[in-house]
């Protein structure tokens, strides 16, 4: 029974020290897009040549809607506009979420 304690400690998930609120950021519904506005695009990438990822937040400006398709022609990141649809806007946010750091305390010296 000991064995089986000691084992699931080591497995045990450790919390990261970047905290994201994504809780605090509203997500889009279609219908309350409009022309002009900017949301965000937030997600994880892969920090080069590496399997370590990181989260990112990159602007889209909302340049026209089109209710009738339920699609939209966006600029993602400033690059040239093109046409998203319902499934890739309903991932947008409205605010930019805010990611700070986890204070780290130290550890008491012998």
Known sequence: MRVAAVSASRNA???????????LTHMVTFSTIKA???LYDCHKYR???TTMRAMGTWLVKVIEVFPEKQTAL???NGNRPE??????MQRL???????????????PRS
């Open 47 to 49: 920090m080069g040549n």
């Open 93 to 107: 946010r409205r605010s930019k979420p805010v990611s700070r750091i986890a204070p780290i305390t130290p550890s």
């Open 36 to 38: 002009g506005e900017t």
């Open 13 to 23: 998930v450790k919390p990261s020290p970047i905290i994201f609120s994504w809780e």
């Open 74 to 76: 966006v600029s993602w």
């Open 83 to 88: 046409v998203w649809g319902l499934s890739r």
